[in-house]
């Protein structure tokens, strides 16, 4: 078991630095706040820190100091497909797809979720809970379980089938409520500072958050510690994509790898409150917003996370952009006949995005790509074929074979 | 990249050996085959002969030749998950899961996909096709699309939506048929002669299978080379007992494991032809069957691969049992809430056939076992729950949260 070496919590406002503990935002501004490592130890032991697989292969990189506190299910170690059909179908030179589908619950919320139920072990509580659109919920139930903690789990009525199935049955305190996402979350996160539960939520938890850190790990590594070019990340709050630019700045910083990748932000035109700011240079706006396809992303206020994503684009010649639902319901067929990767809408979101600002000229097409793809197509709602069946004697089907395959 | 080890096939019925090739069943006596390898290479070499990580890494020990068939959806290396409070729930000393809904289509079947789609490019095929009750068929048509091949998949009209959606986003070719497996597959095998496609079923195609075979390395390298003493193992045809059973001998007779585990065949007691057999000391017969929840384990004919189960249970002082659909839907329960790990009804009736036996003292509670869990919960079709959802402000939800949390 490796230590962790995270040394200190910092504010991203004011700089102010503070001691690890349990601290959802800076004593002094009231700023975000964020885990700092050893980078000295980072620069001179290099890569070769690193042991096991899994998410907890970089738990020198995250906060859990005692190895009984890392909960796992398996997560992360998640695979980064070369997807040459897509990337000819895209006109790009070169486009990998970093598959979250792979985690236990089926999405990235997963490496989060490590590191959240961790902490909250870490730090003595004994129930979590979170405010999610489904995605969150499950993988927060599933991972509290795993640790033996409660879990109080708030839920979108209009989730996935699968979702809601899922929450049902690794939670025993599931809550549907009205409303999207944002009409809850800012009471939620107020009843956070009773401590009667751990914030498991995606807006302060800077403990939780840093799970998410290992994609960008990851990434680097399956690429020999030469990411591509440009990755492109879903926001919603954006957890994924601050997470993924902090990995990446930290281990240039080590000199673990020899520049970061340009980030751009991928969104649902229907959520696209980050992507609208950016395009148009001027402030967030919060937006009042409906049902989207990618339930993942329907956030239409990002609060201060959707500030620190815009600055992080801002100062990093990032790029953004959105797809409407029909757009990323097009982009999950492709990859699912293209590939074979079978993602929901809120994973394709990326890809979308992608397909689009490249036709628009707004990326170089001879640069290399990865597209975070954040959701198995498993937790997908939507009519099934017809159930209209045959029954088959030897002859009808040779000639249905006969036929299907001539057709090739 | 690794070279393979494969030498040659063999009849497991008379022993007569024959070269490498498209070949699926013994030229002299219509017996199946199985492949052999180098043990000598294995022996000397030692597990210092396996690189990278996923289901190539066992590339030594798989057939294909030519690393550019080697077709990868990012299967493998899946979670061996010790699981000590499901242990207590059912009264064992040490139980670990083999979680394979961790696989790019959520079951184990994308092992032998895998292999199979790779043997497809090997032998210069353009299609493949399957008949499945619904997970075959999606984990073939998605390696099919990611090695750019035709697939014809032919799946049960009653396959659970999620499967349906699946199989129907990955393929252009979905036939669904009327009754279960057994009603299609004879005709479907006699078929395969034709070589219109490649043979991706389960009843003789050894490269297909040899794939699943990297279950039980995982488990094996996962437990440091000292396999639990019992392996459960899921039956409908018998894939994956056979094919973990032969790695189990493979790793033992190349000296890299000390002795193989004993094996427990599972099955739903809706199809229980081979449970029925071992444990009544009778010849298989097959049987006449209806629907069960465990929708993968829905063959009543298991034909010859279900005799050559029988043979190794028999010669191996292996185990069967089987489990009711309600019983393994309360396996598909208690997995979620103890473990946190939300695995479909097909995959769990393992548990509930371990917990059954543990329960009527037909096994040794002092033994370490390990489960495979052949399939991820999100395929699962069931009522979801109740959409009534509630509306909060910060009052009622302060009330709600110490009311549930103060019934811990």
Redesign the interface.
């Known amino acids: 078991m490796t230590d962790s070496l995270a040394r200190e919590l910092a504010c991203i406002d004011c700089g102010t630095v503070h001691p690890l503990g349990y601290r959802l935002e800076c004593e002094k501004c009231r700023g975000l706040l964020e885990l700092r490592y050893d980078l000295d130890v980072l620069r001179a032991r290099g890569p070769a820190l690193l042991a096991g ?2 998410l907890w292969r970089y738990a020198p990189v995250l906060p859990i100091a005692d190895p009984a506190h890392r909960v ?3 997560e992360g ?3 980064l ?1 070369d997807c040459p ?1 897509l990337a000819k179908v895209l006109g790009v030179r070169s486009l990998a797809v970093k ?1 979250e ?6 999405t990235v919320k997963d490496r989060s979720s490590a590191t959240g139920v961790a902490a909250a072990l870490q730090f003595g509580f ?2 979590t ?1 979170v405010v999610s659109s489904g995605n969150a919920g ?1 993988s927060i ?8 903690l ?1 879990s ?1 789990i708030f839920a979108y ?2 989730a996935s ?2 979702k ?3 929450m ?3 939670t ?8 999207v996402y944002d ?2 979350i800012t ?2 996160d ?2 956070v500072e ?1 401590r ?2 751990f914030d498991c939520g995606a807006s302060r938890n800077a403990y939780k958050h840093e799970g998410k850190k290992t994609i960008g790990y990851e990434i680097a590594e399956q690429s020999g510690w030469r990411p591509p070019d440009v990755v492109v990340a879903p926001v919603a709050v954006g957890e994924t994509f601050i997470a993924a630019a902090r990995g990446f700045r930290e281990m240039r910083d080590a000199g673990w790898i020899p520049r970061v990748p340009r980030m751009v932000a991928a969104q649902a035109t229907r959520a696209n409150a980050i992507s609208r700011a950016f395009r148009s240079g001027r402030p967030l706006e919060p937006l009042k917003i409906g049902y989207t396809v990618a339930e993942g992303l329907a956030a239409g206020n990002p609060g201060r996370k959707g500030e620190w994503v815009l600055r992080l684009l801002r100062d990093g010649r990032g790029a953004a952009g959105d797809a409407e639902d029909e757009q990323i319901l097009e982009a ?2 492709t990859l ?7 993602a929901g809408p809120t994973g394709v979101a990326t890809l979308a995005v992608l397909g689009k600002m490249l036709a628009a000229e707004e990326l170089d097409p001879a640069q290399s790509y990865c597209a975070i793809v954040s959701e ?5 709602e ?1 009519a ?2 017809s ?8 002859d009808s ?2 000639r ?3 036929q ?2 001539a057709r ?1």
Not at 141 to 148: D, I, L, M, Q, W
Request: net charge positive; proline share 5%.
């Open positions: 697989g899994g796992t299910l398996g170690g998640t695979p497909l059909r598959f589908g792979a985690n236990p619950t089926g004994t129930a809970s499950s139930a599933a991972y509290s379980a795993r640790a033996g409660r109080l009525a209009r089938a699968p809601l199935l899922h049902a049955a690794t025993a305190d599931l809550v549907l409520y009205e409303g009409d809850l009471h939620w107020r009843l009773s009667l539960f999950q067929r699912a006949r293209t590939e074979g990767i079978w198995t197509g498993l937790k997908t939507a099934p074929p159930r209209a069946a045959t029954a088959f004697d030897f089907l040779e249905l074979v006969e299907r395959l090739a």
